[in-house]
């Protein structure tokens, strides 16, 4: 290689700090020998399943419901000693057992996420094409193992969606007295696309190259579709160099320099950071749908899914009403109760759209195909005579139809039908999915900071990503302002700090520092819609993307800001403390360098 760039660094831990804190209410019901769960979490059939090996019960011994839980992230999607505890507990003492954490509690024994230390390295020809990536990731695990995901996703995704040939990966897990460690939002994805960005920005201070130009370089092109990474991951489509393109015009990157310039008169450091990233989205593959059509008009979707705040009660029926031509407040979504979801991987990894889109379509149809086959007894014709369109089978060429309602009140009743066509209009679809999907974007973030005091502002954010095919872009949207929220409070704020004893010292929030919203820009963002060919809807997954954008956005931008100093990288999160021994290091060894001139 001309030139090869190297950086060690260290992805800080964080937690997620839900709204709400853990809690769980546990009942017995000695009639029935039954146990019923009520706690948030990330998917109910896990939980289910899980407990019942814990107590060791039939798993029909068990139930389990999740209402609203107040945020996730990740941290819920694991079993909780707790749960466990307060069915045990019901049982035992022959009433209901409560347990609420307080939020000292929280911090201490939720489960956290990141901590990884990298040791990286970036081959370049001489003309700036990528030719080599090597990298040493050591994932902190805690105490005790928890879950492999974040360590085994990033290490298949280190290359990004760059055009690098050849690739070493290293990627272990070391054990620690800290609380463990398990898949949070875009589990393993942000660090490594951090890693990557920050290599690329590094190779083009050192190297003499623009780090605009760098990027456009080596980004995949739609004509290099499909493409196998060097960890052997096939990636769909996409048009990531149209992404960046489009995040630069929405954050006015020509007009940066007036900016920093405008910024030097009131003695404010301004910097500007870009991040181009790439994430897979996949997650438990198993999902599966039940519909039913009620004769009076409603629709119930039930779903192995569930919901901390995405809106599935919106996009799911918004699909479901289209598919079947009924009206969307006729459309009802369940998927909080084990007594009626008999199945479903729960939400993580941005699999739900995605997911239930699948087994959702393929329920649907399987309802108008059953409704054909009614509608032909009732309008007296051939099936293939009959075309389902709007909610309505017509007979071709008439003014002869029926709505779907009218036919599955006719298949309640089922008089003048065979007999597999009596009862209710409904179908089920239950598959596993193995395609990955692969949510893509770009992140513009500017910064400013006080040379004297090591103080930020983050002043603007601008962020594009291509989810394949936007449901609802209200919805996604509010995902990429929470997710970006979310990346840019790890990159600037927060910090799980334990002592070298395994103390933890930020267990409250006079220690653990959120993101608030004045702290935070109006965010700019934007949606490409390049529609996967791996699912009938298009989609790649929506709720990761923000999170998986912003640790390099953050840290590029902070960087560019510092560069004048010499200072050639500093680890997350950047404290004003942390900035300000940047400074004043840099302009220390400044100052030792002329000294030792003269």
Not at 28 to 40: F, K
Not at 66 to 94: D, H, M, Q
Not at 520 to 532: G, H, K, N, Q
Request: glycine share 10%; net charge neutral; with cysteine.
């Amino acid at each position: 290689a001309a030139h090869v760039t190297r950086l060690e660094t260290w992805i800080n831990r964080v937690t997620g700090v839900p709204m709400e804190p853990r809690a769980a209410l546990g009942i017995y019901d000695p009639a029935s020998n039954r146990y019923t769960l009520y706690a948030g979490s990330g998917g109910i059939v896990r939980q289910k399943r899980e407990l019942a090996h814990i107590l060791g019960v039939p798993q029909q011994a068990v139930r389990v419901v999740a209402r609203e839980i107040g945020g996730n992230f990740g941290t819920r999607n694991s079993f909780f000693p707790e749960f466990a505890l307060v069915a045990w507990g019901a049982k035992r003492i022959g009433r209901p057992v409560k347990w609420t954490a307080e939020r000292h509690e929280s911090f201490v024994s939720d489960y956290m996420g990141r901590d990884l230390t990298v040791s990286a390295e970036l081959a370049l020809d001489a003309d700036g094409r990528f030719l080599a990536l090597r990298t040493s990731n050591l994932s902190n695990i805690g105490a005790f193992s928890a879950s492999y995901v974040p360590l085994v996703k990033g290490a298949g995704l280190v290359t990004a969606g760059y055009r690098i040939p050849v690739s070493h990966v290293r990627a272990r897990a070391t054990l620690s007295n800290t609380m463990p460690t398990i898949p949070y939002r875009s589990a393993g994805r942000p660090e490594v696309i951090y890693v990557i960005e920050r290599l690329i920005d590094k190779a083009a201070r050192e190297h003499g190259f623009d780090r605009v130009a760098l990027r456009r370089r080596n980004l995949i092109p739609p004509s290099g579709f499909p493409y196998k990474n060097a960890q052997g991951i096939t990636y769909d489509n996409g048009t990531y160099r149209a992404v960046m393109e489009r995040a630069m015009e929405l954050g006015d990157w020509k007009g940066f320099k007036r900016r920093r310039s405008e910024a030097r008169k009131r003695k404010r450091l301004r910097g500007i950071g870009l991040s181009c990233y790439l994430e897979t989205t996949g997650g438990y593959p198993r999902e599966r749908a039940d519909i039913k059509v009620h004769p009076h008009g409603r629709v119930d979707v039930v779903v192995g899914t569930l919901s901390s705040g995405q809106s599935h009660e919106t996009t799911f029926a918004q699909c479901v009403a289209q598919w079947l031509g009924v009206p969307f407040e006729d459309v009802f979504v369940f998927e909080n109760d084990t007594d009626i979801v008999k199945e479903g991987g729960g939400s993580h990894s941005a699999r739900s759209m995605r997911f239930a889109g699948i087994v959702m379509g393929k329920a649907s149809d399987a309802i108008i195909e059953k409704g054909k086959r009614i509608a032909t007894h009732m309008l007296e014709t051939a099936e293939d005579d009959i075309v389902f369109a709007g909610g309505r089978y017509t007979v071709k060429g008439t003014d002869r139809s029926v709505g779907i309602v009218e036919v599955a009140a006719t298949a309640a009743i089922g008089k003048g039908l065979p007999e597999d066509l009596r009862g209710a209009l409904e179908a089920t679809c239950d598959e596993t999915i193995l395609q990955l999907g692969f949510p893509y974007g770009a992140h513009v973030c500017e910064v400013e900071i006080d040379c004297d005091t090591g103080a930020l502002d983050l002043v603007r954010y601008t962020a594009v990503d291509d989810v394949g095919r936007a449901i609802n872009p209200l919805i996604v949207d509010g995902q990429t302002h929470g997710g970006a929220a979310q990346g840019i409070g790890q990159a600037l704020w927060e910090l799980c700090a334990y002592d070298s004893q395994g103390q933890l010292l930020s267990a409250s929030f006079m220690d653990y520092a959120l993101p608030r919203a004045d702290l935070l820009p109006a965010f700019t963002t934007d949606i490409s819609e390049v529609p996967t060919p791996t699912n009938r809807l298009g989609v790649r997954g929506a709720g990761e993307g923000g999170t998986t954008g912003a640790l390099g956005a953050v840290a590029n931008a902070v960087h560019d800001a510092l560069a004048e100093f010499g200072v050639v990288h500093i680890d997350m999160p950047f404290t004003t403390e942390k900035i300000w021994r940047a400074i004043h290091a840099a302009k220390n060894d400044i100052a030792l360098n002329s000294s030792a001139k003269m």
